[in-house]
């Protein structure tokens, strides 16, 4: 029995979805310890928008600890810190006239979702948030809450209060989906409905758990004019699809929007190492009370250094660029296997796509025989019959082309097994 | 305005205590940007208990990420996970004949708080959590509501629901405390108290944040016993005070007590790289099912490596023992202040010393001109009045005298003002 | 300063309303101390079917007192209460071949309502329970989080839980009301929904209190085969639109569903006293054990003596057949006022009529007109801009024509005022 | 089958303790429809203080019905409602200087609990009350959460929140009684217990249900003291204990206190048909909003009209005098029980006395034998191990002697056949 089988916690997950041991990995590859090769296409889980190991972080970082400089600092003013914050002020929120402050409170992407729901909530005086069909914000009470699917509620052990569910954007109905938001906005007025308008919506642009359900720019404004006729505070998650993964900094870049909260998280650090981040806006920022909300590991100085050099792809147009690119590709390989009855819908937006193969049977037998042939792939949305694909935005092109090469013939041969 | 006062979220505490910006650090110093050096007697609250930038942890990460190790896993199976799993079971599970198995959920204590507040839910099927007054278990809603603070727990901006708090053991009278223990005993079994047993008792054996207070032997025994009367999980946060804080790995080693879950975070990765990690009973564990309470953020393979190297302290007595001999100094510096009337008392076990000194304000003082002197320490307790010595373990002798003689003469100085 | 003045709570409302003190009343008529008469258009707000102080009744209930007829009696058996419960089951249940049984709890209909949910939750395990917009099901807590409007609900002074309102029947679009309760089905399927089916859905077929707002058969059929999908109870408030008050015992007569529970109470008692009964259908009764929701008034036997005699009313169809008769005097009567502008709306079921005007302003000022003018009336709906035509069943057409007159001049009166 | 069997609710309790069919009563006797005559030592549940079908309340109430006085008016006024009123005024508060105003909400004890609560809650802007072990309250959910016995908090199939349970005064050791209500102030200034002050206390000065538990003069008036450090309500909830029954109208009468909140119900009515009040300070009355806890049953006349005979009882001292009379006659006939030790405890105040007979099984057999030897009596406490003696207050001597002569008897009988 391996280390693993005796002594870790039957909850692990991937350990059983890749049943191997890894021991390196560099941008869009992973090695395990018989040496046989990965491409990744989870990208763990949509974190390392930079790939594996990036060099240039992996070098500032080795500087940066050669030199001494401070790891661990709560929420002290380090060095490193003013130099991430600086950056992010100058590459992100100064070129979108975002008045955004920025709050550490944690660096799990639960925690920001945390600190954003309680600010939420404090600073209108109202409890309940509405969150979304299909939504996924964290594991945490609060955010567990907001999460929809029903596996991780039940879970709880108690019941998740305060949070309300609304359907998610219909991908095939946008209109009645303007009409839903519209019908909220009549209960709110009227009442005698026994529905009140929320502290807070709480939204992904593109569910990424979810089964990358993508919202339409309209409907996006709806929700922010929504929020802003009855006084609630509109928060972006954007943990898992900010980052540069659209192929801009926000997801909801272009959409006209500006939420009141953005949460980001995964891809913030840059290589991995743990890092949150809330953008407030500082009329709702000022509601904050000093330390009301805290956390030893909010000054992950790693992260900074790396979350800073990450922060440099952003100052020209050049991975922006690449995220079209090589979802052209992904969608011109994959796209037969729509044409030819394989898969029900290619969706998405920049790098972040779903290939719906109609049940999670399907799509974990994907995902087994990928492995098997050297390709890391996750499946998501409901019952899991969502396959995503959420390579590094820094994966060459030739193993882009590799990954998706086993990906179409693996459906292909699992279709053909089933039918 | 510099960075943070531009940017930064107005809920920034320590940044505040501690005004400058700190560049480097290492074992029980930091220095500013002004070339300003500070003794540190707060250990980044309680994670640094090998001290910054332990050279053996650096040097570790340095190397690993040389080789390209995998930095970022979520809960797959790494090299890096294998080896600091094998090390823990070797160095610290063994010996004690624990059968716990290891949880990783996500890196912060919180998280950790979280998630065995969930499985203790989940397999008594009792939503009723008890914790203890003065204790602090976190910032997400399921570990606030076991938080005590009422500062913290209004921010929630919702009701706290499902964890009640009753008295921790009294300092001056053991036999009361037990007796409490016992009335809850009655009360669990008359059906007519209204009050039933709950899902889990949560506990720590030295309440950090509380105030450095101290539970008995006796005491632990009592609750443990009355935990297993009536089928509730005994749970003991040792985020703070585990780690070998108080001269030993777990704070509670020693009293013969063998807690359903141990929540570990701080100082098990090491070097103040985000971590965390539950061990739990294997008859508990079973409770859990694959994937049911996730995290991005579960396989930071940079603390795997540190956390790693810090178990190798435990192999052999030289860091435990000097626990104790350092514990002596502070005692031996710190007595006049007590019997000269300048302080109420101090308390606390192995390295984690509270002087109590009556006030907030009194207190604030003494942190400000520590700071002002070259000296780093932490204020907690009921309005902050105790004064936290919880210096990295690794301190040098020399750094503790004169980080103690600042701290002497600075309370002096305080008390003579206010007089 | 009147008794009421000096020593009555602030909470009083009707006494407002009609500021005068009453001293006798007969059938549809009322009598103050000043010996001025009202009509009474109001009935008790829906108890007095059979009219104030119903000659039968009321001889039959000296009858049972000047023989020392048991009085109270808990849930004893008696021989009132054989008899009460004999004439419901033969006159009401066996001819509807309803298996139901009769719970009796406390008189009142938040009681009613209180067991109604209780059952639901205990015997489905699910807490959530939906109600409607513009629903009222009483004051207690339980009732209080199924009653829609704001004004009650602030006043509970804590959050109302595990209720969720969905939109009732909308008047203008029945079949958009249809594709809800579909949508409903749809969420309930998903397990990602954040939706999960409810332990009950509780309706008024006519809500009174909420602006008379009349349900469609088709709409209650897709809501009796929605809760038979997915396993929820089917709870029929008819505590004011039942025993008689929309033309047959009750209002879901002839919609060829049956409910798992029906709430009765108001005239249930005949004459006034309190009564409140729940017809639970025997497979959900078996779920609740002897004594698990008591009340020291459950045994009313001036109630079970009076609402016998109300239970003769039908055993043939004259008094039914009036509701119909007096029902289209009253529209035609009033349907002027719709075709000259001065109502939005005429509607209801019955002898449950609602007129609506528009504003609460307006309404209070006919309100008030009318009572000046001999008529008593009362307002619903949100805001409180319905005029509720609930009149004893036995009103005799004189006095309906009468109170009709009084009320469409003091519409018109108050309109031109407004003009 | 009778038509119980046949139609009645599984929920039925005490038809299966008395299985007769019961057709008359007059004061302390009740007659079933085999002519056979019982003893009443349980009034009703505490209702019937000055008996069954009362002379003087029945021939009230007989007149009232004859000359047409409104039976049914809501929260309107009526002669009988200012007449009920002023003598209320006049015989209890005037003479007590009690200022309060009589809110009539609904005519059952947990309507009147409710009311109580929510007035507490919205008073304060707090959700806590404090209940206490063995309380009852009632059985509506926000009373629920107070009702300690949890065979009545599990049937109602959700979390009962916002109340908490603290030990009642402990018979045994009134010292650590008072102690532990220091311990809650203790607690209470504490920011870092957990605990905050409660919206109200809610407290029986003698718990009926609960096993006849006594309250002493000194923690009541401690318990006072302590709602009003802390801004709390002081609800003293008198329905079961209050009028007259422990020879005094209120049941705190000479204790020095003056609570916030009095609930009422059962015994003011007079004759058994349902009616409540609650007496409110006006400081705290003014809290209140037009209307905002309505109940359709607010109105009961004939309860108004016989409540209103009820209290020319307490014009002179007759029959309290008779109370304290009556209680000796109790206790010298039951004495010899504890002195022999077949029983463990006789304890109570006024005619509300407990005979704590060690087991629930012992106290049902002699509940059962006594009913077959024609006294009719009821168990309560933890268990139901306590035999409840409360007969009308207006009980012969003669009709006392004989039914304890019964209960003696049975008594011995059981503990021998037990032996």
Redesign the interface.
């Given at each position: 029995m391996?280390?693993?089988e005796?002594?870790?916690?039957?909850?692990?997950?991937?350990?059983?979805t890749?049943?191997?041991?890894?021991?390196?990995?560099?941008n869009s590859r992973?090695v395990d310890?018989k040496g046989k090769e990965y491409i990744d296409f989870f990208a763990?889980?949509?974190?390392?928008n930079f790939g594996?190991?990036n060099d240039r972080m992996?070098q500032a970082?080795?500087d940066y600890?050669?030199?001494?400089?401070?790891?661990?600092?709560?929420?002290?003013?380090?060095?490193a810190k003013?130099e991430f914050?600086?950056k992010?002020?100058d590459v992100v929120?100064a070129p979108r006239n975002m008045p955004h402050?920025?709050?550490?409170?944690?660096?799990?992407?639960?925690?920001a979702v945390?600190?954003a729901?309680?600010?939420?909530?404090?600073a209108t005086?109202r409890?309940e948030i509405i969150?979304?069909?299909?939504?996924f914000h964290?594991?945490?009470?609060?955010?567990l809450?907001a999460?929809?699917?029903?596996?991780?509620?039940q879970?709880?052990?108690?019941?998740l209060?305060?949070?309300?569910?609304e359907?998610f954007e219909h991908p095939h109905d946008p209109e009645a989906s303007l009409q839903a938001l519209q019908?909220l906005a009549d209960?709110y007025r009227?009442?005698?409905?026994?529905?009140?308008p929320p502290?807070a919506f709480m939204v992904e642009t593109i569910q990424a758990e979810?089964?990358v359900n993508v919202a339409s720019t309209e409907w996006m404004q709806a929700l922010e004019k929504l929020a802003k006729d009855f006084g609630s505070i509109l928060i972006v998650d954007d943990i898992q699809v900010g980052c540069g993964r659209t192929g801009s900094y926000f997801s909801f870049d272009g959409m006209g929007i500006t939420p009141d909260i953005v949460t980001l998280?995964?891809g913030v650090g840059g290589?991995?190492?743990?890092m949150a981040m809330?953008l407030?806006h500082p009329d709702l920022?000022?509601h904050?009370?000093?330390?009301?909300?805290?956390?030893?590991?909010r000054g992950?100085n790693?992260s900074f250094i790396a979350g800073r050099e990450a922060l440099t792809y952003f100052e020209d147009d050049e991975l922006m660029n690449g995220v079209g690119q090589k979802a052209n590709v992904v969608r011109s390989v994959l796209a037969p296997l729509v044409e030819e009855g394989s898969v029900k819908k290619l969706r998405g937006r920049g790098l972040i796509l779903g290939l719906d193969v109609g049940s999670g049977e399907v799509a974990a037998k994907v995902v087994q025989r990928c492995f098997q042939q050297g390709l890391m792939l996750g499946a998501c949305?409901?019952?899991g019959r969502v396959l995503k694909i959420i390579p590094p935005l820094t994966i060459p092109e030739s193993d882009l082309q590799e990954g998706l090469t086993i990906l179409r013939d693996a459906v292909r041969f699992v279709m053909e097994e089933a039918a």
């Open positions: 391996s280390i693993f005796q002594r870790e916690s039957n909850i692990r997950a991937y350990a059983r890749y049943p191997t041991v890894f021991v390196t990995a560099k992973q310890d763990g889980a949509g974190v390392l594996h190991n992996v970082m080795i600890m050669q030199k001494d400089g401070v790891l661990h600092s709560l929420d002290m003013q380090t060095q003013a914050m600086q992010f002020s929120l402050r920025m709050q550490f409170m944690g660096p799990t992407g639960t925690n945390e600190a729901m309680k600010l939420a909530r404090k005086g409890y969150a979304f069909g299909q939504g964290g594991m945490t009470l609060g955010a809450a999460t929809a699917n029903e596996y991780f509620r879970a709880s052990g108690v019941p209060l305060h949070v309300s569910h359907p019908q209960l009227d009442p005698s409905s026994g529905v009140k502290a979810g089964g998280a995964k290589v991995g190492t743990p809330n407030v920022d000022k904050w009370s000093p330390g009301e909300h805290t956390g030893t590991f992950q790693l949305g409901s019952g």
